[in-house]
């Protein structure tokens, strides 16, 4: 009722709208009030079906969400109905070091810095990290395209050497074919520096390319989607081993990231359909 009588009457003040009504204004109050919980009820609703799907989305991803479900609705409302619900906290975890540049290998410059990836399978970036399970850790190497954003690889170890990312590196080729002079960028780590991954990249006509020693910034695009991957999937969860981790691993990369969740550097679109979006216009 009292929503109605301010959308019949937008220029009519409060007092006189409680005349017309006859009602006082502390009632009107106490209704508006009331009317106010009500549509922030709904809305919580919305925003934990939501959080459920997307573990970890902050309030602008999900005010972009509610829209794709026909649910537009302000932004500062969504930031507050967040932090009434506590919908905002996010689980941190100590940090383990993947990297180990300790080698007498061959290292490559960086040509990334002079890269700008204007279609997909043109630049690759890869890397390493830790998921922590019941008994210790197990090992998750990915390929990521530059591009689009996909996870295009990956696969998960007990150990970390350089079979690893060379696993991720061959499902990234079985699954993308790219042509040859596509640039692969990494770390220093042994294991991407190692010969037997070396002559893969060179066996595919992939040019590889390492960010600066100690300079996590020349490699930003992996590090943001670890962090994505650690805050919405790895630090909810108390895997039991790596069956278990890669069972929710795999899930979370092949479903909710490259098919599902919102990009903000993608217009918020979900990488898989920046990436078709971007196929149909070449057709």
């Not at 690889?153 to 990234?172: I, Q, T, V």
């Amino acid at each position: 009722m009292i929503e109605d009588a301010r959308l019949a009457y937008p220029q009519v003040s409060v007092r006189r709208l409680c005349e017309l009504h006859g009602v006082n204004r502390s009632w009107f109050y106490e209704q508006q009030g009331r009317e106010e919980m009500d549509t922030d009820q709904a809305l919580s609703q919305d925003i934990e079906a939501v959080v459920m799907e997307f573990n970890g989305y902050g309030y602008r991803r999900v005010t972009r969400e509610l829209a794709r479900r026909g649910r537009p609705v302000n932004h500062k409302r969504v930031l507050r109905v967040m932090r009434e619900r506590r919908l905002l906290c996010r689980p941190k975890r100590r940090h383990r070091a993947t990297t180990d540049s300790n080698h007498s290998e061959k290292r490559f410059p960086n040509l990334l810095r002079d890269a700008v990836p204007v279609r997909p399978n043109q630049v690759w970036q890869a890397d390493l990290t830790y998921v922590r399970v019941r008994q210790g850790f197990v090992y998750l190497a990915c390929v990521l395209d530059g591009f689009t954003r996909e996870v295009v690889g990956w696969s998960m170890s007990k150990f970390m050497d350089a079979d690893l990312p060379l696993a991720a590196l061959n499902n990234a080729l079985s699954a993308r074919c790219p042509a040859p002079g596509l640039l692969h960028h990494s770390d220093q780590g042994m294991q991407y520096a190692s010969r037997v991954y070396v002559d893969r990249l060179r066996s595919a006509g992939i040019t590889p390319s390492m960010s600066r020693t100690g300079n996590p910034y020349d490699n930003a695009k992996m590090e943001s989607f670890y962090k994505t991957l650690k805050t919405e999937e790895v630090d909810l969860q108390e895997y039991v081993d790596l069956d278990d981790a890669r069972r929710h691993i795999n899930f979370f990369i092949a479903d909710l990231y490259n098919r599902r969740r919102l990009h903000s550097s993608l217009g918020y679109v979900p990488p898989a359909e920046f990436a078709a979006r971007y196929t149909a216009t070449q057709m």
